[in-house]
């Protein structure tokens, strides 16, 4: 690990985005950035790894999993953000990426926030695609007590066939590329292994594609979920569920990394009563 120097404060429109303490997981090539928020309480007993979504999902969601870590860090439970190798600030390249590396970094980042966020039991937050990975790592024992599905992708197959069509969309896109309808730019190819402007192994592509979440293999782990108000059922058993207002933004709806995401007044309101919950469970 970095040495435990705390990220200064930084405030944007009466806005708070938080103090964490940058880290380095794991060792030589295979290290992983990370973000340690660590909690205000004496003996935190749960703390909560952030498992991004995936692709191009994970830039433009940074603002929101920076404000999340800093909102439940705040309540008392201590949070711990992170890349995945071969993407953000981690090392190694996006063609690198696959369930297998996922699985080791999750392992990475629970034991470091049990470690340095001095808890007892670690949950998971995963957001949206980051639902495949972890169902992945827990079924091969990851350490998660608790999980909460912020809007989880839960049929890799589909997720898959919908990115893959609307990677060729956007391949053809006259808002991109000033070309004729239909036509592929010059120098740009859909045998690329890119997938939504990021390299996505063969290997990648077919762990998503086998990928889903259900109940097997994770029936000893407590599972919530934030769900929008229509869409309010998933695979899974869940103990309770938050519902999302409206307004709250798309996470998947953009490819734009400057389209982000961050908590509005709505929002706001949803992620005091899950940090509540979550305080609770201390």
Not at 12 to 23: D, F, Q, S, Y
Not at 74 to 97: I, K
Request: proline share 6%; aromatic share 6%.
């Amino acid at each position: 690990m970095a040495s435990r120097r705390l990220q200064a404060n930084l405030q944007a429109g009466g806005m708070i985005v938080g103090v964490w303490e940058p880290l380095w997981l794991g060792a030589g090539e295979q290290r992983l950035y990370a973000a340690l928020h660590p909690s205000k309480a004496a003996s935190p007993r749960l703390g909560l790894v952030l498992a991004p979504p995936l692709l191009h999902e994970q830039p433009r969601s940074r603002r929101l999993m920076t404000e999340l870590a800093t909102a439940f860090s705040e309540v008392g439970v201590p949070c711990l953000r992170f890349d995945y190798f071969g993407t953000g600030d981690s090392a190694g390249g996006g063609e690198q990426l696959e369930f297998a590396s996922m699985r080791r970094d999750l392992q990475h980042a629970a034991q470091a926030l049990k470690v340095g966020g001095g808890v007892e039991r670690i949950g998971v937050l995963a957001v949206r695609g980051a639902a495949l990975p972890v169902f992945s790592w827990i079924r091969e024992g990851g350490m998660a007590e608790l999980l909460v599905l912020w809007e989880p992708v839960v049929d890799g197959q589909a997720w898959l066939a919908e990115l893959e069509t609307r990677d060729a969309v956007e391949r053809r896109s006259p808002k991109r590329y000033p070309i004729a309808a239909g036509a592929l730019p010059p120098g740009v190819s859909g045998d690329d292994l890119q997938l939504m402007g990021y390299p996505v192994s063969a290997q990648l592509r077919r762990d998503i594609a086998q990928a889903g979440v259900a109940d097997d293999g994770v029936h000893a782990h407590r599972c919530w979920a934030v769900l929008r108000e229509d869409n309010d059922i998933l695979p899974i058993t869940l103990e309770r569920v938050f519902k999302l207002p409206a307004d709250t933004p798309l996470i998947g709806a953009a490819v734009s990394m400057d389209a982000s995401v961050f908590v509005t007044p709505g929002l706001q309101r949803v992620v005091d009563e899950l940090g509540r919950a979550l305080r609770e469970e201390r």
